[in-house]
């Protein structure tokens, strides 16, 4: 496993981890809000949605994590590539049908990871 890659895919989880925690437990927080720019209004009607979506952010991470931790670098590499992968297509979706920024800020950097990972660096 590279370093690169490791990094690349380290800071994936992280940004998912983060994520996690602004859907499940701040949406309705001014942080929260002002991540997502939401209303206070809309943050409380949809926060057991974005407490779910959260959760499934966290899996993400959890993917990724043991992906890196995996001692089978084959298999470990494969683990890292498939989440990565879900983590393009969930922000290319989200990107299409609910606000661009999200392909912006969850594929592009999940593609640019699996071209570290696919490298070798």
């Not at 952010?57 to 931790?69: E, K």
């Not at 920024?101 to 490298?119: C, D, E, K, N």
Request: hydrophobic share 50%.
């Amino acid at each position: 496993m590279g370093f690169i890659g490791a990094t690349a895919t380290g800071l994936m989880a992280g940004l998912h981890g983060y994520i996690l925690v602004l859907e499940m437990f701040l949406w309705t927080s001014p942080s929260g809000r002002k991540a997502f720019k939401l209303t206070a209004d809309f943050a409380e009607k949809t926060k057991t949605l974005a407490a779910n979506q959260g959760l499934y952010n966290g899996f993400l991470a959890a993917g990724l994590v043991w992906g890196l931790a995996h001692p089978v670098p084959e298999f470990a590499q494969q683990i890292r590539l498939f989440f990565l992968g879900c983590i393009v297509t969930a922000g290319a979706y989200g990107g299409a049908t609910a606000n661009p920024r999200i392909f912006f800020i969850q594929a592009v950097p999940a593609l640019a990871s699996i071209g570290a990972v696919l490298s070798g660096y």
